[in-house]
């Protein structure tokens, strides 16, 4: 997978898992799992993330919870 494919996952990845992916340290837990699943390592995962995951999915949390009025639980 290129780095683009591993950015483009790990989009999709919090769209379709936001809401219940619990608190950022759950959510990242649950995300390094699926991406393991789907033959992504951590360390590309971490680097789609710009080297801080847990900070990176607050972040997106956040973002989509302004735009959609949805926050996750926990965020």
């Keep these: 997978m290129t780095s683009e494919d591993i ?3 790990l989009d999709s990845w919090i769209e379709a ?3 219940q992916w619990g ?3 759950e959510a990242v837990k649950a995300c390094l799992l699926a991406a393991t699943l789907d033959g992504i390592s951590e360390r590309d995962l971490s680097a ?3 080297g801080d995951l847990v900070g990176f999915l607050r972040e997106e949390g956040e973002a989509i919870a302004e735009s959609s009025g949805a926050a996750p639980d926990g965020f």
């Design 23 to 25: 608190t950022p340290e």
């Design 7 to 9: 950015d483009e996952w």
């Design 17 to 19: 898992h936001y809401v």
């Design 48 to 50: 789609a993330a710009g």
